[in-house]
Every structure is written in C-alpha cells, then in structure tokens.
C-alpha cells in the first residue's frame, strides 16, 4: 500500500537498539536490525525482518488504526497536549488581587476575575480568585446600611463629638458617618457584598448608604 509515516529510531542507552518501521493503509511493516533482550529472544533472532505486523502485534492493531486515522486528520502522529495543571496565581498576583480588592470594594468576583485574566495573562477560574481572596485574608460581607438619624440622635452626635475634641483628624475618618438628610437621594453603584478584612468593618469605603425617598420629593 501507500506509505504514509516512514520512521527510523534508536533506542536508549545502554543498548541501542535500531527500529524502523513504515505505516501503510492497510499494514504496519516493522523491520528489526538489533533486537534487545528485552523482546523474546526465542522466538525472534538478531536481524530478523518480519514483513507482517500480525504474528506480534496482534494488540496493537487498534493503536496502528488510530495512528493511521490521526495521520489523515492533522498530518502528523504526535497527540495533542493535555490540559495539565490548572494556572495558579504566585504570590506576587496574590498581592497584586488584595490591592485591587481593597480598591475596588464593591466589585464581584466574576469582575475580579475578569481583572486577573486580562493582568495576568492567565487562565484563572472564579473558584481559583474566590480561594486567592481568601487567603488574602479577605472575604465577602455583606455591606453595612448608614441609618437616618432623628433629632434626638443628632444631639447625641454632637455630645459625642463635643466629647472627643482631642481626637485627630484621622480618627474622625475612621468614625462611620451617618445620612441626616432624608431628601439625600444617592445613586451609583451600591453593592449589597463589600470585600474587606475584618479589621476593616467600621472603614467607611465599606458601608452602603441608604436610599429614600420622601413623599414630597418629586
């Protein structure tokens, strides 16, 4: 038949052995110059050219078939590369996910994965970023909701910070501020789940304001 795959090889050390063999149609021929002890040496001699691959390869006929079948579909025997590992992040992309979480707080992990892919240049999975997160010492929490306070409330707040005048400015931003205005009507992106650690819970950039809107507001 035609030959289609015409291969010459040499075996490994210590005994190099030399096996060529030439794919065809309809038969594989295999022609043996050496033959190594590892084969049966009682049946087979040094030199010996068998021209049918049916006395020794009675289970590999199944293999050959799918040689011959892979040969006409791509051109070549070599199989494709499995998948392999799955891509993780090191510790400098660990490093890079928790900055841009603590940045973007309100974004969801579909988002960030999104992020990390494109960065990264990397095949990332949401479950991979959901575990980086978390060993980042992050998590999803649900965002806190800023109160309206009354006018009993805001004569509480103002006794407290009259109370505290020693305190610094960056104190005063750490302290969660509320909405007093009930005419306020916010819009953007407030996100029910914020990233934070827990030293981070009472950080403003972690809460969410409230929405309302008064009957006279038009």
């Known amino acids: 038949g035609e030959t289609v795959l015409e291969v010459s090889a040499q075996g490994p050390a210590p005994i190099k052995d030399y096996y060529s063999f030439r794919v065809t149609q309809t038969e594989v021929i295999w022609r043996w110059w050496k033959i190594s002890l590892r084969l049966d040496s009682r049946s087979m001699r040094p030199g010996e050219v068998r021209e049918s691959h049916s006395e020794y390869l ?5 293999q050959v078939h799918h040689i011959i079948q892979r040969f006409r579909e791509s051109g070549t025997i070599s199989v ?4 392999g590992w799955k891509t993780i992040p090191d510790a400098c ?3 890079a996910i928790r900055r841009h979480c603590i940045t973007y707080r309100n974004a969801t992990v579909m988002e960030i994965t999104t992020w990390a892919q494109e960065n990264f240049q990397k095949t990332l999975s949401v479950n ?19 109160p309206y306070l009354n006018m009993i409330q805001k004569l509480r707040c103002f006794l407290r910070a009259r109370a505290h005048l020693k305190c610094t400015v960056a104190k005063w931003k750490t302290v969660l501020w509320s909405d007093e205005s009930k005419s306020e009507v916010l819009f953007g992106k407030l996100g029910r789940h914020v990233i934070w650690t827990k030293e981070d819970k009472d950080n403003p950039s972690c809460s969410q304001r409230s929405v309302q809107k008064p009957a006279s507001l038009m």
């Open 80 to 83: 494709c590369k499995g998948e």
């Open 128 to 146: 991979t970023i959901h575990r980086a997160i978390r060993r980042r010492r992050l998590k999803l929490y649900r965002s806190k909701k800023k």
């Open 58 to 62: 009675e289970d590999s006929r199944l």
């Open 93 to 95: 992309d660990l490093r």
